[in-house]
Each structure stands twice: as structure tokens, then as C-alpha cells.
């Protein structure tokens, strides 16, 4: 396991140290370089009254306000109250999640005949892209305007071998709040050596309380056939599934409490759902609905556009009470869930997933979009 100090300074430095012992030029280099920057958080409106927050600090949404059927705005995420505690608290609430988002078996993959070791930070695993991974980094962030709408520009250089990734890869990821009440996250990124990528969001939404209370009468509705089953270990076996006769089968809405403490083997394995749905699309790269839910006490639905070929839904199994975030809210099992549009988990070793790769010369470019109205 890694080791990952954390000092603070007037500017509140960040310094990671990759192992517990002798640090090389090249980690000194980079906690140099953190320790020059800030933690900052940036807020963005809309005509609506719409509000979010967002830090440089792993480009994480802090606040996402939305009126419920009242035309009252509160929140609908988990998180913490100031930039600052997302430093020593719970590493993917509201995450930019990168390199490779979600699990890679064996911490370890093969690219054109070369093997690949990556941290192994989940029983022996690689997990939403190691330690260090981008949930991890401070990014430079400038506040913007894109089409007429408030923006905020994230970009990061990853380093070629930066948790064990071959290549230099650049990235630009812009969430917009539209006049629409859209979270909009538009993601591009280049390398300069063959390499593999997946990027994802990873807030956790409550949209009755912001963790309050349980997600379990959210209704939910996933636009999807099939699914990837898993092993013991979470990993996908290779297979594809229908999702029909099984407790994942969300193609017409129902409560994400139905079913989730089942006796379906996939749902044991996940400690209820902790799995990568097939999304139905009529082409590939389309923006296209993933999945719609619907929060009866506050009338508040959430739509989710993605471009996106998969997408994982989690239901907070593993939030234990440990975590507390705003207003001294206790974050217990299945306060909060996850809707993360990806490539399908384990894709760089399973040759019949749609592929990661990214060669020099191409750009890759993924649009998700999370919708807020009221009424089904």
C-alpha cells in the first residue's frame, strides 16, 4: 500500500510520496510543483438559481443545487463543506476519475507485446486509476463561458509512466451549468505514445437530501439490455448478459431497493449493484439517454446523456458511516449512488469490449450529461 502524507501551508500544499522509502528526483520534482498550488474552488450559476461548486482538486463537485417540485434549491451530492477536507476525505465524491476509470484485473495489462504493472490499490487490483490517480492531482482551472453558460476548464498534463500508464496524455475536462439545469462534462484528451483511457464522474447523487437519508425508493429506469458480470472480485468474466430475469433489469423504472439485497449471485458478489451496464445505442460515439430517476418526496428526476458505450451503477454499498460531510451528515450504506458513464471495466485485457485505446494523433472526446427537471 502507498503512503500519502498530506502537509498543509498558507496555500495549502500537497505533497505524495509514492512508497515508504527513498523518494526519487522525479517525486520531488512533482511535489515541487503541487506544492506551488493552491486548493481552490470555483462556483458556477445559472438563470435558474442553479448552483455548483467545483474544486481543483481533483476536479471534484462539491455543491450541485436544483429546485425540487416546490421550486425550492438545495443539494443533491455528497461531499464537504470546504475544499480543504477533500484532501483527507473519501477520495471519489464527485471525482474526475482517470486514467482508467472503474477496476483493471491484476493491476496490469498488455499493449502491442509490453506488459504493463499498475498500482494494485484493490485486493490486487487496479482501481480508478491508482493512489495518484486524477481524482488526486490539482488541475489549473479557469472560469469560463461556453455558449452563453457558466464553464469551468480543468486541464492536466499526465505524465508518461504516471501510475504505471504508458504516455503523455493532456487533458481538458469542462463542466458547463446550462440554462437547461445541465451538469454538462465534456472531456478530450491526446497522448503521445499508444496508451489506454477512461475517464468518468463519480458523484455520489441523493436527490431527496444529499445523503440524509437512503437512496433505496429512488426510482431508477437504466436504458440497457445487458450487462458485464463480474467475479468474486468484482472483474467481468468477459461474458455479456441479458439483463432480463435478473435483479438488473431496470429497463422499465423501478426502486433502486428492489432486489439489492437478493440472493443472485451477481448481486452477493457486488454487496447489491456494483455493476457496468451495456447501454443501447444505434451507433457508436452517440449522445443518447443512459438512464432517468426519479425522486417521488421532492419530484426531482435526473436524466443522464452520455456518448459513452457503458455505465456503471453503484448504490453506495461500501459507505459505512464513516465519512461525515456537510452540515455533520453521517454518510451511512446507500445514502448516495453512482452513475458513471465509461468504457466497460477491464477493457484493455478483454479484446471483444469496445477498446480504450488512444494512439498519437487521434483525440479522444467524451460528452455526459446529467439532466435535472421535476415530475416523471
Not at 472531456?187 to 437519508?213: C, I, P, R, W
Not at 458478489?269 to 443501447?280: K, P, R, T
Not at 471495466?345 to 472526446?365: C, I, K, M, R, W
Request: glycine share 10%.
Amino acid at each position: 500500500m502507498k503512503k500519502i502524507i498530506i502537509i498543509h501551508t498558507i496555500a495549502v500544499a500537497l505533497l505524495i510520496f509514492a512508497g515508504c522509502g527513498q523518494k526519487s528526483q522525479k517525486q520531488e520534482e512533482q511535489q515541487s510543483m503541487k506544492s506551488e498550488q493552491s486548493i481552490k474552488a470555483f462556483t458556477l450559476e445559472n438563470k435558474n438559481g442553479c448552483e455548483v461548486k467545483i474544486t481543483n482538486f481533483g476536479g471534484k463537485v462539491m455543491t450541485l443545487e436544483v429546485p425540487d417540485k416546490e421550486g425550492n434549491i438545495s443539494d443533491v451530492v455528497l461531499g464537504y463543506e470546504n475544499a480543504e477536507e477533500y484532501v483527507d476525505g473519501n477520495p471519489f465524491f464527485g471525482a474526475l476519475v482517470g486514467r482508467y476509470g472503474n477496476r483493471i484485473g491484476d493491476a496490469s495489462f498488455t499493449l502491442d507485446g509490453k506488459n504493463y504493472e499498475l498500482p494494485e490499490n484493490d485486493d490486487g487490483n487496479h482501481l480508478h486509476g491508482g493512489p495518484d490517480g486524477f481524482h488526486n492531482v490539482i488541475w489549473n482551472a479557469k472560469k469560463i463561458t461556453r455558449e452563453g453558460n457558466e464553464a469551468l476548464k480543468l486541464t492536466y498534463v499526465s505524465a508518461d509512466g504516471e501510475m504505471g500508464f504508458p504516455g503523455r496524455v493532456d487533458v481538458t475536462v469542462t463542466y458547463t451549468l446550462t440554462g437547461e439545469n445541465e451538469l454538462r462534462i465534456d472531456y478530450e484528451a491526446t497522448t503521445n505514445k499508444k496508451t489506454v483511457l477512461n475517464l468518468t464522474h463519480h458523484s455520489f447523487f441523493n436527490l431527496k437530501d444529499a445523503g440524509k437519508s437512503k437512496i433505496l425508493d429512488h426510482e431508477l429506469t437504466i436504458n440497457a439490455d445487458h450487462f458485464t458480470p463480474v467475479s468474486e472480485a468484482l472483474i467481468p468474466t468477459g461474458e455479456i448478459r441479458p439483463v432480463g430475469n435478473t435483479p438488473l433489469d431496470f429497463r422499465e423504472a423501478k426502486n433502486m431497493g428492489d432486489g439489492i439485497n437478493s440472493d443472485y449471485q451477481q448481486i452477493e458478489y457486488g454487496n447489491g449493484f456494483d455493476h457496468n451496464w451495456v447501454l443501447n445505442k444505434t451507433e457508436r460515439g452517440e449522445l443518447s439517454l443512459a438512464a432517468s430517476v426519479y425522486e417521488p418526496t421532492t419530484g426531482r428526476k435526473m436524466e443522464v446523456y452520455t456518448t459513452e458505450p457503458g455505465m456503471q451503477f453503484y448504490a453506495g454499498n461500501f459507505l459505512d458511516g464513516s465519512d461525515v460531510g456537510k452540515n455533520n451528515v453521517t454518510y451511512e450504506q446507500r445514502s448516495g449512488f453512482c452513475l458513471e458513464t465509461q468504457h466497460f471495466p477491464d477493457s484493455p485485457n478483454q479484446a471483444h469490449f469496445p477498446s480504450p485505446v488512444l494512439e498519437p494523433g487521434e483525440t479522444y472526446t467524451q460528452t455526459t450529461i446529467y439532466k435535472f427537471s421535476t415530475g416523471k
